[in-house]
């Protein structure tokens, strides 16, 4: 069974903090990450792809994946209330015969406060 | 680049009648195209993978006779509810892939279904 876990939530931050967001993944053999972003009644948005250990930046979003620890990271820099949404980690794994699916987390809802 | 669109954007059924869903990639050509369905609160769930010009792979536990999937062209998929039921109802997003970044998925709108 593969597996995408993340935290919840919900996390709460002040406007202009950093929200960390974080998710673990179960098959090692993984090899594309991805982020996406849900309000509430919306589908999801692709925030940000990562493939690569280390960092990946995009505006204010940072994206870590370490792959050793089988780690995924969202960092959001000057959170703005707008970014209050469900933060959903996302996972390709290759099925033999079947191809690539993303196997997706539970998401965190994250709230950021004025 | 990458527009994915959905119709209808919400539909209200009665017990026992076939709704259809439509997919299409506006700007590029999917090779690949994705059926979710999401309930309140919890994450998406993948119904069925489908590639152009062949029959969808479902996931374990998905009904097949009773979510018709159709993947005629490179840029639509059409899901179709039959003989649809209350608990049938749900949030059905659909998403497509292109070959040049094919692990990439991009959704759309989804499809609010209210079966009575």
């Known amino acids: 069974q593969k597996e995408v876990e993340q935290n919840s939530g919900p996390l709460s931050v002040p406007e202009g903090a950093i929200a960390s967001l974080n998710c673990t993944y179960s098959d090692r053999g993984s090899q594309s990450f991805f982020w996406y972003r849900q309000y509430s009644g919306k589908s999801p948005e692709l925030i940000m792809s990562?493939?690569?250990?280390g960092d990946k930046e995009d505006g204010r979003f940072t994206a870590q994946l370490n792959k050793a620890s089988q780690y995924v990271s969202l960092l959001i820099r000057d959170s703005q209330p707008s970014d209050s949404a469900t933060y959903l980690c996302?996972?390709?794994?290759?099925?033999?015969?079947?191809?690539?699916?993303?196997?997706f987390g539970q998401g965190t809802e994250l709230s950021v406060k004025p | 680049g990458a527009v994915v669109s959905q119709h209808p954007s919400r539909v209200i059924c009665k017990s026992g009648t076939s709704v259809k869903i439509e997919c299409r990639s506006l700007?590029?050509?999917?090779?690949?195209m994705f059926w979710y369905r999401q309930f309140p609160k919890k994450s998406l769930m993948l119904m069925a993978t489908s590639n152009e010009g062949s029959k969808a792979t479902y996931e374990q536990g998905v009904e097949k006779d009773k979510f018709l999937i159709n993947h005629a062209s490179l840029t639509l998929s059409t899901l179709t509810v039959t003989s649809a039921h209350p608990e049938d109802s749900s949030f059905y997003i659909c998403?497509?892939?292109?070959?040049?970044?094919?692990?990439?998925?991009?959704f759309g709108p989804g499809t609010r279904l209210l079966v009575l």
């Open positions: 700007d590029f050509q999917a090779t690949t």
């Open positions: 990562i493939y690569s250990n």
């Open positions: 998403s497509a892939s292109r070959l040049a970044t094919q692990e990439t998925q991009y």
């Open positions: 996302a996972v390709n794994v290759m099925i033999y015969n079947q191809g690539g699916k993303l196997i």
